[in-house]
């Protein structure tokens, strides 16, 4: 199992792979995406290696190995379907939706992951008139930026610590 400092260098490494289309990922250009110094990089890069998530020698380039690309798939797959329901559901703007997703995404389950990407295809799906019976809610949202003013903004601002 991946930590979340793992399964945000591969969601980081499986992007930068499609970006590159056929080259491999540069040790640097993980740490300037992560805004991680290289030898946190390196460490990293070999225990994914040692898991078989990554294929790396060194001073070469990083590349997934066929296991580390379906990891990096789920994840990267995860990580939209919650900005799309933060945004298209919720109505958050993207920058919003973009921060509470790389807060959460690593905390939820398969099956939850799943069932989000199943409603969101089923309401996508909907017709236009019966979305609204979900999004007319935001006419009545809140439009402040604190609702919850007296919770932790960060989970590192005392929630869960």
């Known amino acids: 199992m991946l930590t979340a400092a793992q399964q945000d260098y591969v969601e980081v490494i499986y992007r930068l792979e499609r970006e ?3 080259a491999g990922v540069r040790i640097s250009q993980i740490a300037d995406a992560l805004g ?3 030898p946190t990089v390196t460490r990293t890069v070999q225990k994914l290696t040692a898991m078989d998530v990554v294929s790396h020698d060194a001073r070469r380039e990083v590349r997934l190995t066929d296991r580390g690309r379906r990891i990096g798939g789920e994840i990267v797959h995860r990580h939209e379907d919650l900005v799309r329901f933060f945004t298209d559901v919720l109505g958050l703007d993207k920058a919003v939706a973009e921060r509470d997703t790389c807060q959460i995404e690593h905390g939820l389950s398969g099956r939850a992951s ?5 409603f ?3 309401f996508l799906a909907l017709p236009e008139s019966k979305q609204r019976i979900v999004t007319d809610f935001l006419r009545s949202a809140s439009t402040t930026n604190e609702d919850f003013a007296n919770l932790p903004r960060r989970r590192t601002d005392g929630w869960r610590s």
């Open 114 to 118: 799943q069932r989000l990407h199943e």
């Open 20 to 22: 590159n289309g056929d």
């Open 120 to 122: 969101l295809e089923h």
């Open 36 to 38: 991680t110094r290289l």
